[in-house]
């Protein structure tokens, strides 16, 4: 996705709650309301969001980091927490009636394609679409 249509931006946020849905606020504005990826994009995101709060340093006051990048047709975002996770991020296998556990599955689903990667003191954690 290295097209020369396409535009970067970059969010960054407090470790809080409220966080995820200023950063959705944002990515709309960022790619339109238009944007045929934005639904998609927008639930990926607040997943990925939300993991690196309840799962990393970055949710006990530390920050969080959306990188997008994007053109007409694809969309491609990063979440950089601020590090100290139990583990790496992955999919994992949810019980039925968990009410947590299926955010990367989610994402894993919708996205084209997505996967990890060290980034300072945390992990960048991001998809394609």
Not at 59 to 74: L, N, P
Request: proline content about 4%; charged content about 25%; glycine content about 8%.
């Amino acid at each position: 996705m290295t097209a020369p249509t396409m535009r970067f931006d970059a969010l960054l946020l407090p470790g809080m709650d409220r966080a995820v849905g200023h950063a959705r606020r944002w990515l709309r504005d960022v790619l339109g309301r238009e944007h045929p990826c934005l639904d998609d994009a927008a639930l990926c995101k607040s997943e990925l969001l939300t993991n690196a709060l309840r799962y990393t340093e970055s949710g006990r006051d530390g920050q969080i980091r959306v990188e997008v990048a994007y053109s007409k047709r694809a969309v491609r975002i990063a979440v950089i927490d601020d590090g100290r996770a139990a583990t790496v991020p992955h999919v994992a296998e949810a019980a039925e009636l968990d009410v947590t556990g299926r955010g990367l599955r989610i994402v894993a689903s919708i996205a084209s394609a997505w996967g990890t990667e060290p980034r300072a003191k945390g992990h960048a954690v991001w998809f394609e679409l």
